[in-house]
């Protein structure tokens, strides 16, 4: 490399890029990764991120908010809830009600599947898993219903305990339908908005039945 000392570069050649390093610029948080935080801060942000989205579709209203940080550990939640809820509705003495749980999972999952192909097929513009994030998190509403049925049933299981019952599924359904559209309608093609919705309105619908027609054994 003797000869490249006769090598001059001039002032005129700009050179691109950026060539300095600054030296004690960084911060201790630019290095701060989530690995090196307590388990405790990792699980307590994870359910402050979960409680969110639940205020979202409790409140719902046209915005990304479930679509931006998407997850399943609510739907699992409120899938488990729901199926743990309706599983002693039609379990006999000698079986443990394992079928029915089985049967309530299975329908959500698969329901929220098929919807979710449906809506890629018509031109959606969402991800996968961010579809099945806000109508798993939409079930919240109807997973309230169920609350609040087992709990009228608890005092009776007249004609009145029918009738609330009915109100509270009918609302509760209504909500877990408009939250849905309202966090997906602006993901779908404008004259194909309607063939996304009939899919939704049927899934809900299916479980609200599930819930309206659970008696206890």
Not at 37 to 56: C, N, Q, S, W
Not at 57 to 68: D, G, H, I
Not at 127 to 142: A, D, E, I, R, T
């Amino acid at each position: 490399f003797a000869g490249l000392a006769d090598v001059s570069i001039s002032e005129d050649i700009p050179v691109e890029g950026e060539i300095t390093v600054p030296v004690g610029s960084r911060s201790p948080d630019e290095d701060y990764s989530t690995l090196d935080e307590p388990v405790r801060d990792t699980i307590m942000r994870d359910l402050k991120a979960v409680g969110k989205k639940f205020v979202h579709v409790m409140y719902p209203k046209k915005s990304s908010a479930l679509l931006r940080d998407w997850d399943l550990w609510g739907p699992l939640v409120l899938c488990v809830s729901l199926a743990l809820m309706l599983q002693g509705g039609s379990a006999d003495s000698k079986d443990d009600g394992g079928p029915q749980f089985a049967e309530v999972f299975v329908i959500i999952w698969f329901g929220a599947v098929v919807i979710t192909l449906n809506s890629k097929l018509l031109g959606g513009t969402i991800s996968f898993f961010q579809s099945l994030c806000v109508l798993g998190y939409c079930v919240l509403p109807l997973t309230v219903a169920m609350l609040v049925c087992r709990l009228v049933l608890l005092a009776g299981s007249g004609t009145i305990s029918f009738i609330i019952r009915l109100i509270v599924v009918v609302a509760m359904f209504g909500w877990s339908t408009l939250a849905s559209t309202a966090f997906l309608a602006d993901s779908q093609p404008p004259n194909r908005k309607a063939l996304v919705v009939y899919p939704i309105f049927l899934f809900y619908f299916v479980i609200s039945w599930m819930i309206l027609t659970f008696t206890p054994q």
